[in-house]
T-cell receptor
Framework: AQSVAQPEDQVNVAEGNPLTVKCTYS??????LFWYVQYPNRGLQFLLK??????LVKGSYGFEAEFNKSQTSFHLKKPSALVSDSALYFC???????????????FGKGTHLIIQP | NAGVTQTPKFQVLKTGQSMTLQCAQD?????MSWYRQDPGMGLRLIHY???????DQGEVPNGYNVSRSTTEDFPLRLLSAAPSQTSVYFC?????????????FGPGTRLLVL
């Protein structure tokens, strides 16, 4: 079964410092990987995706993610953190469900990112 | 565009009661889905639909029913609520199942089952 793991419940970073939010995946075949952000009392917002091509993917709000096939990782990064980046971040992978021929998304448990002024 | 709207925002039910969570979108999206979000577990797909009249099960469909009679609406029904269904429910939509990673999420419905 496809799955993603986010090993950190919370990441604390000082404003202006680089940030990394970790994600590892387990899939059969080529992975379709995604990052989402959730602000308090809001639904998820799509940040970026990796389907194929360059291992460094750029997304919204200055975020980027690095796909590493040998380490089965897809870490989210940003060179300089802002206080407004504080939110809950989810990694996800495209998944085939047994209920039908189509597919959905499997999410990690989420990582709270806290940017300290 | 109102985007994806969900009602109610918050609901308290007693065990065994039934209710319908409403979801509507005004973007003419074909793909709609329902997720539940529980602490420490991320989002899990309950049911999804690739168009009017077509629905299918996701990862955790038991205890929930859906229907898609129009493109705009995708209600989620709890036939007999259980405390294990206490959660935050999100509806989402996208142009097609191929675009689902960029789907728009509604604001969520918080459900408490006593």
């Amino acid at each position: 079964a496809q799955s993603v793991a986010q090993p950190e419940d919370q990441v604390n970073v000082a404003e202006g410092n680089p940030l990394t939010v970790k994600c590892t995946y387990s899939v059969s075949g080529n992975p379709y990987l995604f990052w989402y952000v959730q602000y308090p009392n809001r639904g998820l917002q799509f940040l970026l995706k990796y389907i194929t091509g360059d291992n460094l993917v750029k997304g919204s709000y200055g975020f980027e993610a690095e796909f590493n096939k040998s380490q089965t990782s897809f870490h989210l990064k940003k060179p300089s953190a802002l206080v407004s980046d504080s939110a809950l971040y989810f990694c996800a992978v495209r998944t085939m469900y047994s209920g039908g021929g189509a597919d959905g998304l499997t999410f990690g448990k989420g990582t709270h990112l806290i940017i300290q002024p | 565009n109102a985007g994806v709207t969900q009602t109610p925002k918050f609901q308290v039910l007693k065990t065994g009661q039934s209710m319908t969570l409403q979801c509507a979108q005004d973007m003419n999206h074909e793909y709609m889905s329902w997720y539940r979000q529980d602490p420490g577990m991320g989002l899990r797909l309950i049911h999804y639909s690739v168009g009017a009249g077509i629905t299918d099960q996701g990862e955790v469909p038991n205890g929930y029913n859906v229907s898609r009679s129009t493109t705009e609406d995708f209600p989620l029904r709890l036939l007999s609520a259980a405390p294990s269904q206490t959660s935050v429910y999100f509806c989402a939509s996208s142009y097609s199942i191929e675009d689902q990673e960029t789907q728009y999420f509604g604001p969520g419905t918080r459900l408490l089952v006593l």
